[in-house]
């Protein structure tokens, strides 16, 4: 690639720290070229001209989806490895039993043996970006060095990135320095590693958004998590979404559910028709950075920009606003194509694939025709959703934060927490079905703490003493929640129809927070009865709602014991006030 020396040397010159850590790092992989990215369009475009050429990117049908491209990755690299995921604290404890750990020189060591030499023959592109609106005091900036010119086209979309991230880095000192290489995508040689104490990241072997667009989960979760707790504030996997009644007042929620339970889609749902008046405004789909205000109250930003969201299921009927953002300018990952090269999906109503997602001729024997963990990413500005505080630097004040998972059974469809306490002991009891977002079984229940189990940068028992000290701190705390759209009937059907009827919950949560909402007191907390939620126009099957709010205290019992053994695996680090309320909770539901 031919590079324009001049422009290297401007923004090189804008930063020496980044610049020094940019030559150390081309001395170890020794690229042919060293680009630096400012982020502009013609940027954008340039690369993806080049992958084009490559075959590397190929365009969509320029009259459906315009400005639409098809990547598809190796066929054995399209999810997060939680197992080859590490973090790499100098004290084993400090990564707690939450996280696979390795002593940081080894670490190094054993990375830096697959970084030598890897970036030979191609180009190592540096990749300056800011996590949060540009001008906000929340937002943390980093730069990734990438040999993958799809990964900067992704980091393009899904962060503020270019010459005013690397602007921003000179005036705040410190940065996150990200080094990735798809190395030769052999699952053998794939690592990600991270070192909170030296704010770095090391990833190689995979070209997969979670683990190659190292400004999301790896530095917006692990690694600002663990900022996050030296700092006082919370970096949470959690969408942030306005909800506006008819009267023009706003409430904003923060809510945390495992990958690919539907994030993406409450962030821009579509009020029911029922629901005249009612608007919903995205402010982000998977992760919130959370900071106490002047005033007592919660505040959060979006450190993102874009969506990397989950593509099959999305058409006009399960999220429109999903599906017109994506109808443009939009890189999918791994979906399959229609005759006249149209993306195509599960969960589509019209077309049908003739290439699968490996790029082969479509044959339903071979499984779906777009993988299920297949892609888009998206600028979050495309979305009609989008709010006006999307990119407020102050963030926004939330007024309730809600837990959930994928449960078929125990978990009825709402409930809230009595107090910010118990509702800590709600978010680190959450467990969900497994999907197709990590590798591995699918539909097995694992636990996953504040949907947080994979990004928490650091030990569980004291990533839950943070959260109870960030409680304390607010005048105005949130009101807890926990919601379960996932409940299923004897015969496996879903008893509740989600999507934009989720807004009937949504509602509830809100009229509690503002004092409007009567509940009932039950053995786990707060809980509409059956007149409380405004169904009007939903047509419920006879018996679902009372099962949808059934709460059985013997599924309970097993379940708070279950949670109580794995919290027995923070041994002494446990904050104490926490067992105190798993006892208080185990007390209610043996009275129940
Ligand atoms: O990890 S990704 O960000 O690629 C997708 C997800 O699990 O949310
Ligand atoms: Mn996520």
Not at 18 to 30: I, M, R
Not at 90 to 118: I, S, Y
Request: glycine fraction near 10%.
């Amino acid at each position: 690639m031919a590079t324009a020396p001049q422009h290297v040397t401007t923004l090189a010159s804008l930063n020496q720290p980044v610049s020094a850590w940019v030559d150390e790092v081309a001395k170890l992989t020794q690229p042919d070229t060293v680009y630096w990215c400012d982020g502009s369009d013609a940027e954008f475009q340039m690369l993806e001209r080049q992958l084009v050429a490559r075959k590397e990117l190929l365009p969509l049908n320029a009259n459906t989806n315009p400005g639409c491209f098809l990547s598809r990755s190796h066929p054995s690299d399209v999810a997060r490895v939680e197992h080859l995921t590490f973090v790499c604290t100098r004290n084993k404890d400090d990564a707690g039993p939450n996280n696979n750990w390795m002593a940081p020189e080894q670490a190094h060591r054993q990375m830096d043996e697959l970084f030598r030499g890897c970036m030979k023959g191609r180009t190592l592109y540096v990749v300056p970006y800011c996590m949060g609106p540009i001008d906000s005091p929340f937002s943390r900036c980093g730069v990734e060095i990438t040999d993958s010119a799809y990964v900067v086209l992704n980091m393009k979309i899904m962060t503020r990135m270019g010459r005013a991230a690397l602007e921003r880095i000179a005036h705040d000192g410190a940065f996150v320095r990200g080094l990735h290489s798809i190395g030769d995508l052999n699952p053998d040689r794939r690592f990600i590693m991270h070192f909170p104490e030296e704010l770095s990241i090391k990833s190689f072997g995979s070209g997969y958004g979670g683990n190659a667009l190292l400004g999301k989960k790896c530095h917006a979760l692990r690694i600002a998590s663990w900022q996050a707790r030296t700092e006082g504030w919370l970096a949470e996997h959690m969408l942030i979404v306005g909800i506006e009644n008819p009267q023009g007042e706003i409430h904003y929620l923060a809510c945390a559910f495992p990958s690919a339970c539907g994030k993406t889609n409450l962030a821009m749902l579509i009020p029911p028709a029922s629901y005249k008046g009612w608007k919903v405004w995205t402010v982000g789909d998977d992760i919130a950075w959370l900071h106490p205000g002047k005033d007592g109250r919660l505040y959060a930003i979006n450190p993102e920009s874009g969506y990397f969201g989950v593509v099959p299921g999305t058409n006009a009927k399960t999220n429109r606003n999903a599906y017109e953002t994506i109808r443009h300018d939009t890189i999918f990952t791994n979906v399959a194509l229609t005759a006249d090269n149209q993306p195509w999906w599960e969960g589509l109503s019209d077309g049908k694939p003739v290439i699968d997602w490996q790029g082969r001729p479509y044959d339903p024997a071979n499984g779906p025709a777009a993988h299920p963990n297949s892609r888009f990413t998206v600028a979050a500005k495309q979305n009609p959703a989008y709010s006006k505080l999307a990119d407020a630097p102050g963030g926004v004040p939330i007024s309730a934060i809600v837990f959930g998972g994928r449960r078929r059974t125990l978990a009825p469809l709402v409930y809230q927490a009595r107090n910010w306490l118990h509702g800590v002991l709600v978010g680190a009891g959450v467990a969900s079905e497994t999907t197709a977002a990590a590798t591995g079984a699918v539909g097995v229940v694992r636990r996953d703490p504040m949907a947080m189990k994979p990004f928490a940068g650091y030990n569980f028992a004291d990533y839950w003493a943070h959260w109870i000290n960030v409680g304390a701190r607010l005048k105005s705390p949130p009101q807890l929640f926990h919601v379960n759209w996932f409940r299923q009937d004897a015969a496996g059907k879903f008893l509740w129809p989600g999507y934009g009827e989720n807004l009937r919950v949504l509602r509830w949560i809100i009229d509690r927070c503002t004092g409007r909402a009567k509940a009932r007191d039950t053995a786990i907390g707060y809980m509409p009865g059956a007149g409380d939620l405004h169904l009007d126009g939903l047509d419920l099957a006879p018996g679902a709602l009372d099962e949808l709010l059934a709460v059985s205290p013997a599924l309970w019992r097993t379940e708070l014991a279950g949670i109580g053994a794995y919290m027995d695996e923070f041994g002494a680090r446990l904050p104490k006030a926490l067992q105190a309320e798993l006892e208080d909770a185990q007390k209610r539901v043996a009275g129940a």
